[in-house]
């Protein structure tokens, strides 16, 4: 008998009769066959699974479940690090690192639902994100094998779901939408259409959202789904990537108990379809418990004081536990899970004078438990390492098209940012309209040709700061989203980036016919074809870089209150250097050079240029001088008409740069640290 079928035998019939207080309601009977791709039954729904990637869909009766291949996953002597921190240093603590995971081994396997406890601060999370290769920062050792293969975070990514602890969504999206996006980037390209819905509601079913398919996601805590909801919601969405293993955080913390059962319902339900679950678990129910197959738990320092099945009603871990000279017993009625942490303590592991993690390492059930970790690290015969043609399922235009589809219902479903902006747009149309009204074609005098310098200054800059601003809170809820999103290897950064730009361009381009045709009508510009035409275009480029600006801000910023700090120093500098307060001819030669790449002074240089550039008319300059008006700007301020073409072509390089500076920042910087 090999150590796997030695654990399923100590395991018993644990894992399918004992859990009727939780799921009192679900069919427990599996097919004793030993192939992986025979049917089961689930909440009364046919399912169908696979051994590999490559066997075909058999006849389906209702739904249809994809293929995918059951996978299996062992870790040996893995250890973490990260810098020593400032804190510990300045306390006398030596060493360059902190050693949080201490050689760490375990298995976890297809249809067995694994527990990671332990108290706060023993590295359960630590050990899951470092398996899930979640981890953004430290130092990694040991070896991770994939069903008997090294593996591969690109590949691994492919087949594997994590669950976060943060139900984190989109809020505009409903529940169908939001398993859509995800299994659009996620299923493999060769799904079909009819195919890929058809699993989006076997898996709303499975996870009991379907009469929910139409609710908007909301923000968490506000609007939207419950709590509840939302944890099943982000199962869900892990689920139709149909991956073969699937870590969860935490799922059941902060839900009362009646939630918790059905979320644990969810997870037994979607272990059952012969998928590898693993999930850290803070303080569980006896219910919660012993829905557990098996068990690995871990003590502060980051080390494994038991791992193993846990048997009916958590017997064999009981049993191992009560054998340990001086632990004291556990209770009639009372909680495995309390019990076990309570006699895993420091003060409790002092007062038996023994380490628990050393008395595992000399244990039958660590012996046993190694010899199964070892089986489970050789390939089974006819197992195949897992091979992708491309790092994503999709190609770049299909990813380009899905976050663009994602982003135009956000957009659209979001009245309280772009219909608010249209509304102060038009407000501050109307007011600068009826404050500088009918100025447009005085330039008699200093102070008229001040005047329309004036509506040009104030008509750009007020608005252009203001789009800055408020699409930093869009772009800051979405990109909690996207962290996640990329972790899954749903898509790369430049098609969400374009996306995240191109959804703003027929907003910005509505709001510039409004605003700008306003303004010009009731300032009375002069009215030429070429005016108004250089006027939009130019109005048009600026709103969008300024736009563009504000996404940045975010991007470079960890908090979204940050960006808009930063934000606020640099419209300062901008409106400093515009050339309108200051003239550049007047700036001191060591400040003249940020004229240049002040993008508002080429703004300004544009629309003053165009406007007056070209006018002859006659003015009267202090000295009892006359000049014109053309010559008047061009001396005064540097504004001349030949740098039209010039002053659209900087602007518009402005907008790429912003828009690229804010791929870049996607790209290369993380604030979200794990």
């Not at 690192?97 to 298995?107: E, F, I």
């Not at 995800?182 to 079913?205: C, G, H, Q």
């Not at 930093?472 to 995240?500: D, K, N």
């Amino acid at each position: 008998m090999s150590i796997l079928d030695l654990f399923t035998a100590r395991r018993g019939s644990h894992a399918l009769s004992s859990r009727e207080n939780l799921v009192s309601n679900e069919n427990r009977e599996r097919d004793n066959a030993k192939a992986a791709n025979k049917m089961v039954e689930i909440n009364m729904q046919s399912m169908e699974i696979s051994s590999s990637t490559s066997s075909k869909r058999k006849d389906r009766r209702e739904g249809i479940s994809l293929p995918f291949q059951p996978l299996s996953l062992t870790f040996q002597n893995v250890c973490y690090y990260v810098d020593m921190p400032p804190e510990m240093r300045k306390e006398g603590v030596k060493g360059e690192r902190l050693q949080l995971l201490r050689n760490v081994s375990g298995a976890f396997r297809p249809r067995i639902l694994t527990a990671l406890l332990g108290v706060s601060g023993a590295g359960k999370t630590t050990l899951m994100d470092v398996l899930a290769g979640r981890k953004t920062g430290g130092y990694i050792e040991g070896e991770i094998r994939i069903s008997g293969y090294p593996k591969v975070q690109e590949t691994f990514a492919r087949v594997a779901g994590y669950v976060e602890q943060t139900d984190i969504h989109s809020p505009q999206l409903t529940v169908k939408e939001s398993l859509a996006f995800s299994s659009l980037l996620r299923l493999p390209r060769e799904t079909s259409l009819s195919d890929r819905k058809a699993f989006v509601e076997e898996v709303m079913n499975l996870v009991e959202l379907d009469t929910l398919r139409d609710a908007l996601v909301g923000l968490q805590g506000s609007t939207g789904l419950s709590t509840e909801q939302r944890k099943r919601l982000t199962i869900a969405v892990e689920l139709v990537a149909n991956p073969s293993i699937i870590f969860m955080d935490e799922p059941t913390s902060g839900l009362d108990a009646k939630a918790a059962a059905v979320v644990m319902r969810t997870v037994r339900n979607a272990v059952n379809t012969g998928r590898t679950i693993v999930c850290t678990i803070h303080q569980p129910s006896i219910d919660i418990f012993e829905s557990f197959d098996e068990l690995i738990l871990m003590k502060n320092g980051g080390r494994i004081i038991y791992g193993g099945p846990l048997g009916k009603n958590s017997s064999l871990m009981i049993e191992y536990f009560q054998s340990i000279d001086g632990v004291i017993p556990i209770k009639d009625g009372q909680n495995p899970a309390t019990w076990m942490l309570e006699i895993s303590t420091p003060y409790a592991e002092a007062n038996i004078g023994k380490d628990l993690a050393d008395t595992y390492l000399n244990s039958n059930v660590y012996k046993n438990y190694a010899a199964l970790i070892e089986q489970l690290s050789v390939p089974a015969n006819g197992q195949k390492d897992l091979e992708f043609s491309t790092t994503y399922s999709q190609t770049l235009w299909k990813q380009l098209r899905a976050c663009l589809w994602k982003q135009q219902i956000t957009y659209w479903r979001s009245p309280e940012y772009n219909a608010v902006r249209f509304f102060f747009t038009f407000v501050c149309a109307v007011l600068f309209g009826t404050i500088f009204f009918n100025l447009g074609t005085k330039r008699k005098t200093l102070q008229d040709v001040a005047n329309v310098m004036g509506a040009l200054y104030a008509s750009v800059l007020f608005l252009g700061v203001n789009n800055a601003s408020s699409v930093q809170p869009v772009v800051a809820i979405e990109r909690t989203s996207f962290y996640r999103e990329r972790a899954a290897g749903m898509y790369h950064v430049l098609p969400y980036a374009i996306a995240q730009g191109l959804i703003e361009i027929p907003y910005i381009l509505v709001q510039t016919l409004v605003y700008g045709t306003i303004t010009y009508a009731m300032i009375n510009f002069e009215w030429d074809a070429g005016k108004y035409f250089y006027y939009m275009v130019c109005m048009f480029l600026t709103f969008t870089y300024f736009t563009f600006y504000g996404m940045v801000a975010v991007g470079l910023s960890p908090s979204q209150q940050l960006a808009a700090v930063i934000s606020s120093a640099f419209y300062s500098v901008w409106n400093l250097f515009s050339g309108f307060l200051i003239p550049f001819p007047k700036m001191p030669r060591w400040w003249s050079w940020y004229y240049y790449v002040c993008p508002v002074g080429w703004t300004l240089h544009g629309l003053v240029g165009s406007q007056l550039g070209n006018v002859n008319t006659l003015l009267m300059v202090p000295g009892g001088q006359t000049t014109t008006v053309a010559q008047y700007i061009r001396t005064t301020y540097g504004f001349v008409h030949e740098d039209l073409t010039l002053c659209l072509g900087v602007l518009a390089i402005f907008a790429v740069g912003f828009w690229f500076a804010y791929a870049f920042a996607l790209k290369f910087l993380n604030h979200q640290r794990r």
